[in-house]
C-alpha cells in the first residue's frame, strides 16, 4: 500500500507516511486533543474496540503502539476496527517510542521502522488485516485460559464485597430519589451516541433520573441533556459536566482512596465518596439498584463476553456479577430502542391538530361574527380570481 507522508494533512513526498505526533500512555486521554492529521503514539496493550473507536474519530494519519495490539489472551476489536477504518497501525515498537516529544515530526516507513529525521527512533510490526486475522484466530485459542482466571477472579470479588453485592452494606446516602423511578445510565462506550439518539422519546415520555458515568455525563450534555447524578473516578468527565448541578458521587477503592476527590474540592463542587471494588459503571448500577429503582436503561455499557475481557480480568468479575444482582431490571439501551415506541405517533398527532382544527372552523361558522369572517373570506377569493383571469385574459 502506497501512502503519503503528512504535515498537519498536507502531503509532500509520496511512497512515506508521517506527521505531528500526539504522545499518551493513556488512550482516552490521547484521544482528546489528538486532531485529525496527527500521528497518535500510545502504550495499549490489547487495544479494546471503545479505544479503537476514539482513535477513528479523531482521524489520525497513523497509529504507533509500544505494546503488542493484540496479546494474544483474548480477541480483541480494536486492531480491527483501526484497520477498516483505513488507519495504519504499527504495534510492538516498544518502550523508547514514548520518549518522542509530542509535536515532533516523524517519518513511518512500510517495513515498521519509524524515523525523526534520519535518526532511527524504534522498529515495529505494521499490521494488515491479514496478520490480524491470524492474531485473533490465536487468540480465540487463549479464552479458556482468560474464563478460568475470570472465574478464580469472581470469586475472589464476591469474598471482597460480600456484604455490598447481597446485602447492600456501604452504600452512601444521597439526595436523588431513586425509589421507583426509572434510571438512564450512560457510560461513554460502545455505539454510546446512536444508542442516546434512539431513546430521545423514551427520555421525553418517562423522564428517567439520568446518571452519567464518567464522560457519560458529557455525552449527556452533548444531547442537551443534564444529568440529575454523576458517578465515576472524575478523570474523563469535564468540568463543565462536574459543574452543571448533578449530584456528583466519587467512585473510590476499597481502601477509601479517591484520586478524583481532589479535582472535585478544586472546582468547589459537593461530593459523595463512594468505596467499592470494580468499575464505575458498576457502583451506578449497585447504587440505583440498592436505592430501589424501578428499571435501569443502560447505555453505552458491556454486556457480551469479549467487552467484558476488553475490560481486564480486574473489572470483568465486577460486571458480571452486577449484572447478575440487578437482573431483570437493567434493560440494554439496544433493547430498550427495538421495543418502545412513542406514547403518540406523528400521524396521530396531525390527526389530532386537523380535527381540532375542522371542530373549531364548524364552530365559529355558526355565529353571526364567524359567517361574517366567512363572507370576507369568500369576497377575497372572488377577487383574487378576477386579478388573475384579468391577467390571463
Not at 503502539?65 to 480477541?75: D, L
Not at 452519567?212 to 442537551?224: F, I, N, S, T, Y
Not at 478523570?235 to 477503592?253: N, P, R, T
Not at 478524583?260 to 465518596?273: A, M, Q, S, T
Request: charged share 25%.
Amino acid at each position: 500500500m502506497k501512502w503519503k507522508f503528512r504535515r498537519r494533512g498536507k502531503p509532500t513526498e509520496p511512497d512515506q507516511l508521517g506527521g505531528y505526533v500526539r504522545v499518551d500512555s493513556r488512550t482516552k486521554n490521547l484521544t482528546k486533543r489528538l486532531t485529525e492529521g496527527e500521528v497518535a503514539i500510545i502504550d495499549h496493550e490489547d487495544i479494546d474496540r471503545v479505544s479503537a473507536e476514539a482513535l477513528v474519530a479523531c482521524k489520525p494519519v497513523a497509529v504507533l503502539n509500544a505494546a503488542k495490539s493484540t496479546s494474544g489472551r483474548y480477541p480483541n476489536m480494536g486492531p480491527g476496527i483501526l484497520l477498516a477504518a483505513g488507519i495504519p497501525l504499527v504495534d510492538d515498537l516498544g518502550s523508547q517510542i514514548m520518549d518522542v516529544h509530542e509535536g515532533t515530526s516523524i517519518r513511518i516507513e512500510e517495513d515498521g521502522t519509524v524515523y525523526r529525521g534520519d535518526d532511527l527512533v524504534a522498529e515495529g510490526v505494521w499490521q494488515t488485516s491479514v496478520l490480524n486475522e491470524v492474531a485473533m484466530e490465536e487468540a480465540r485459542a487463549g479464552v479458556s485460559t482468560q474464563l478460568s482466571a475470570f472465574a478464580h477472579n469472581t470469586m475472589e470479588y464476591l469474598e471482597r464485597e460480600h456484604d455490598l453485592m447481597l446485602n447492600s452494606v456501604g452504600i452512601p446516602d444521597v439526595r436523588t430519589v431513586f425509589e421507583d423511578r426509572q434510571v438512564l445510565i450512560v457510560v461513554r462506550g460502545y455505539h454510546y451516541k446512536e444508542d442516546l439518539n434512539s431513546l430521545r422519546a423514551y427520555i421525553r415520555d418517562y423522564r428517567p433520573i439520568l446518571v452519567g458515568v464518567d464522560g457519560g455525563a458529557d455525552a449527556m450534555l452533548e444531547m442537551g441533556l443534564v444529568p440529575d447524578v454523576i458517578v465515576g473516578d472524575m478523570d474523563s468527565v469535564s468540568d463543565k459536566a462536574l459543574s452543571c448541578g448533578a449530584e456528583v458521587i466519587v467512585h473510590a477503592y476499597r481502601d477509601g482512596r479517591a484520586p478524583g476527590v481532589k479535582r472535585v474540592e478544586d472546582l468547589g463542587v459537593p461530593y459523595i465518596v463512594f468505596p467499592m471494588t470494580g468499575t464505575s459503571e458498576d457502583a451506578a448500577m449497585i447504587l440505583a439498584d440498592s436505592k430501589g429503582a424501578k428499571i435501569m436503561v443502560a447505555v453505552g455499557t458491556h454486556s457480551s463476553l469479549v467487552e467484558f475481557l476488553d475490560k481486564g480480568r480486574e473489572g470483568m468479575a465486577s460486571t458480571f456479577l452486577t449484572r447478575l444482582k440487578v437482573g431483570g431490571r437493567l434493560i440494554d439501551a439496544k433493547g430498550a430502542s427495538q421495543l418502545y415506541q412513542s406514547r403518540i405517533a406523528n400521524w396521530q398527532l396531525i390527526a389530532l391538530v386537523l380535527a381540532g382544527a375542522f371542530a373549531m372552523f364548524a364552530s365559529i361558522s355558526t355565529t353571526d361574527v364567524g359567517q361574517a369572517l366567512w363572507s370576507l373570506v369568500q369576497a377575497w377569493i372572488s377577487d383574487a380570481w378576477n386579478n388573475i383571469t384579468g391577467i390571463f385574459g
